[in-house]
Every structure is written in structure tokens, then in C-alpha cells.
């Protein structure tokens, strides 16, 4: 996933204001940009007066080389290190039409330098270029500090989470799911409303589970396909006393989703679990699932397609593995902590360390030697960012919330995948989700990115979305 992340620069100028700040905010940002492993594209100096954009004109060529390169460009900046032509700014925008997030950074004064020569006023023209893109109706993103200089750690790290919202939006839009089977007759919980997920560019494919069952029937424990996947689980995870039998069954079924998403061109998925994997293949597909949210494409297990989307969004935005948990049990007394809790395919990014056994849950319904193939271990510590949308098809909308906390070290004696989380005022959001009427699934990720999936979620893809905070 992680690649140079590309963004249109619109540096912003006003006549009467010094010229030399625009060339010089120019260079300022693209140096902030390059510094970060990221590429700018921006109008000349020879393309434009100081290569910026006041007149009508320089907005028509700025536009024409951002759709020149619309395919690469995942935002826009808006610098302006002087008051700037809001209208040029503007008119930028809308003739780019890009549809891609915007981050407005304005430059400081300093405050012995407020003569005619030096004085910015990017204070001031911030507020009119925010009040000219209300009118024209396109949004966008502000940075921390209302000034902040592009070489000022504020807006290095404003940047690093504008990248995270950027590859959100870019990363929801067009993304096709593929759901394995039917929802669980006891899950009523993970229901959804594909209509509403096609309204923002989300389409869901489907497999029956009868025509991965088929399609695993009819490869050989020969197919290289097979043996590669089987080489692949026994890499990635210690197989100690699971049988091959049930190692290969792994194998098959992996193989068969691959191909399925690669041809079907698939991004994530979710699965049925409970139980007809396990009556009819003798196995649980944690381990496969697993696999495939380490590689950074996220699969979530009872057919819970939002569940998928809410990993999806903080693998996008950390550029790291997601899990998707129970908000299970409580800890003990304490208010702000709770046990987060799946049987497991938890990415192997999660755990401190882990083996594969079987599923003792839904062993007493089908028998142990019918359920090898889940992940067992203890969650380690480290920061987290949690998310979760939902459609609600009483309002004709998708909601979600998410925030931070952190797995802690305490200690927990149990099975499956699971760790001790602790979230400052949780009873407060654990009301919030019992009123909302969200599911009991919500996605983890080890980062601080929700303001970011915040951000993308409700000001770009147009979500109602709820932030927890203390």
C-alpha cells in the first residue's frame, strides 16, 4: 500500500501585498513536501507570475496541469504565504475538479517584520479563501494552528495526517468488497444496506460459500496454487500439532479466495464463519483471513462488510494492519477498561506471539478436529485507534465513530485472540454505541489516526460520524 504520496500545490498571491513571499512560500512548501517523501505538483515561475495563482487566467493553467495529472494526485494544498487572491484560489478548484481533499496552511507574520516589505497577512486572507470555498461549495481541511510555517513541526505533522485522509477518501471511493457466503442466521447484528454503500462509490460483490466449497472439491493437493498457499500459512504462523489434513484444507480455501478477489478485482473482504465452514470443510478460515489483513487487505469474519470498511479506513490511514474485535467483557472495576476479544484471525501484527490451534467455541458444536486453523495469543500493548460505520436505513445514511486508547499490558488468561484496552471516559462511549444501536464488532489499528478517519469519513465521503473523546 504505502507509495509517494503526490499532491497539487496552489500557491496563493495578492498584488498589493509582497511578491517575493509567494516564491518564497513556494520553494517553502515543496521543500516541506519533498522533506516528507512526498511530490508536489505546481505551476512554474515561467508558467506563472512567481508560480502562483491570482488571475483568472493563471487559475485555467493551474487547473489544466492538475487534470494533466489528476491520476497521480491524492490532494491539494492551498499555501499561501501572503493574503492571496481568493478568487483565483478558488476558481483553481473548481475547474481542477478533481474531488480530492484540500488542506488550507497559511504562513505567519513575524511580528518585526510588519512593514510593507515583509508583512503577510495570511492571517486575514485564510479566512477569505475559507469563506470564498463555502460559497463554491467544495471542502476542506484546516491545520492545527490557524498560521503554522511549512517547515514548522505543526504542519509537518498536519501533513502526515492530511496524507491520512487523503488516502482514505481515495482508498473508499471505487473499492469492491467481495462477501463469502450469507450472513450468519444468528448475526442480525452485521446487517447492511448494500443501496447505501453504492451511493458512495462502495460496490459488494458476492460468492456463495456452496461455490467455494465446489471449487475446493475439484483442486488437487498437487495445484501449485495449493502448495504455495500451504508453504505460505506454514511461514507465516507456527502449525505445531495441527494435521495436514486440515493444513491443506486451509491452503485450498485460501487459494480459491485469492483467485476469486485477483479476478473479480476485489480490495477486502468479509466471511461466513459460524458454522458451515466448519460442518462442511472441517476447518475455521481465521488463519487465511489473518494472512490477508497482514497484507494490508482487510477481511472480517461473519459476512460484517462495514466491519471490513471500518478496518479498511485505519489500514488506509496508518498504512498498517487492522483487526476487527469484540467489544467483549469488562476488566475487573475499572470503568475505562475492557477486554476486546475475537476467536481469531487477528493480523499477526497484533499479537506478542502467537501459534495456530483450534477453536474451542465452536469445537463443543462441531468437534476439535472440525475447527484448526484459528490464531491464538495475547494482544501486545501500543496505541490504538478504533472505527466503526454502520448503515442506517431508517435515515438513508452511513454513520460510524471512532477514537483512541491503548492495549495495556494487564494481564488476561483466556483463549482465542484477546487484550486489555483502555479508553479515557469509555462508559461514556460504550453508552454512546448501546444508543446509536451500533454492532458489537469495531475495527483497532496500533496508531493515533482518528481524527484523520474523522475527517475523511464526515467531510469527504459525506458520513454522520460521532468522535469519542475524554
Request: proline share 3%; glycine share 8%; aromatic share 8%.
Amino acid at each position: 500500500m504505502s507509495r509517494r504520496m503526490t499532491f497539487g500545490v496552489i500557491v496563493g498571491n495578492r498584488g498589493f501585498f509582497p511578491s517575493h513571499l509567494a516564491s518564497s512560500g513556494r520553494a517553502e512548501m515543496v521543500a516541506a513536501l519533498e522533506s516528507a517523501g512526498m511530490k508536489a505538483i505546481v505551476l512554474s515561475p515561467e508558467e506563472s507570475a512567481h508560480g502562483a495563482v491570482e488571475t483568472y487566467d493563471e487559475a485555467k493553467r493551474c487547473a489544466e496541469l492538475f487534470q494533466k495529472h489528476a491520476k497521480e494526485i491524492d490532494g491539494i494544498i492551498i499555501t499561501l504565504p501572503n493574503f492571496g487572491e481568493e478568487r483565483g484560489l478558488a476558481d483553481a478548484l473548481r475547474l481542477a475538479n478533481l474531488d480530492v481533499p484540500v488542506l488550507i496552511q497559511a504562513t505567519p507574520d513575524h511580528a518585526g517584520k510588519m512593514t510593507i516589505a515583509f508583512r503577510r497577512d495570511s492571517f486575514c486572507g485564510k479566512m477569505s479563501i475559507c469563506n470564498n470555498l463555502k460559497q463554491y461549495g467544495i471542502p476542506y481541511s484546516l491545520t492545527s494552528l490557524h498560521t503554522e510555517a511549512p517547515d514548522s513541526a505543526e504542519f509537518k505533522k498536519d501533513l502526515q495526517e492530511f496524507a491520512a485522509v487523503c488516502r482514505i477518501v481515495k482508498g473508499l471511493k471505487n473499492v469492491r468488497i467481495g462477501a463469502i457466503g450469507a450472513r450468519p442466521t444468528a448475526f442480525n447484528t452485521v446487517r447492511y444496506s448494500e443501496k447505501l454503500l453504492e451511493r458512495s462509490g462502495i460496490t459488494v460483490e458476492t460468492l456463495d460459500l456452496s461455490e467455494v466449497m465446489g471449487r475446493i472439491t475439484r483442486m488437487k493437493d498437487t495445484d501449485d496454487a495449493a502448495q504455495a498457499k500451504l508453504a505460505a500459512i506454514q511461514k507465516y504462523v507456527s502449525t505445531k500439532d495441527v494435521p495436514m489434513e486440515a493444513l491443506m484444507k486451509m491452503a485450498k480455501l485460501g487459494a480459491v479466495i485469492d483467485h476469486w478477489m485477483m479476478a473479480s478485482h476485489l480490495t477486502v473482504s468479509a466471511v461466513q464463519c459460524w458454522t458451515s465452514i466448519e460442518e462442511f470443510l472441517g476447518i475455521v478460515p481465521c488463519t487465511v483471513m489473518s494472512m490477508m489483513s497482514e497484507n494490508l487487505i482487510p477481511s472480517a469474519c461473519e459476512v460484517d462488510v462495514l466491519g471490513t470498511i471500518s478496518m479498511y479506513a485505519l489500514t488506509l490511514a496508518s498504512e498498517t494492519p487492522s483487526a476487527l474485535l469484540d467489544w467483549n467483557n469488562n476488566y475487573g472495576s475499572d470503568p475505562d477498561k475492557a477486554v476486546c476479544f475475537h476467536c481469531s484471525n487477528l493480523p499477526k501484527h497484533f499479537f506478542k506471539s502467537v501459534k495456530m490451534d483450534f477453536q474451542q467455541i465452536i469445537a463443543g458444536t462441531v468437534g476439535k478436529e472440525n475447527t484448526f486453523g484459528t490464531l491464538d495469543g495475547t494482544v501486545k500493548a501500543g496505541a490504538m485507534s478504533f472505527a466503526r460505520f454502520s448503515t442506517d436505513d431508517f435515515e438513508g445514511c452511513i454513520k460510524g465513530y471512532t477514537g483512541e486508547g491503548r492495549f495495556t499490558d494487564d494481564p488476561l488468561n483466556t483463549f482465542g485472540g484477546a487484550g486489555v484496552v483502555e479508553i479515557p471516559q469509555m462508559q461514556k462511549l460504550l453508552r454512546y454505541i448501546c444508543e446509536q444501536g451500533f454492532e458489537h464488532h469495531v475495527a483497532a489499528n496500533f496508531s493515533t489516526v482518528a481524527a484523520s478517519v474523522q475527517e475523511a469519513a464526515q467531510k469527504y465521503l459525506g458520513w454522520q460520524m460521532h468522535r469519542h473523546e475524554a
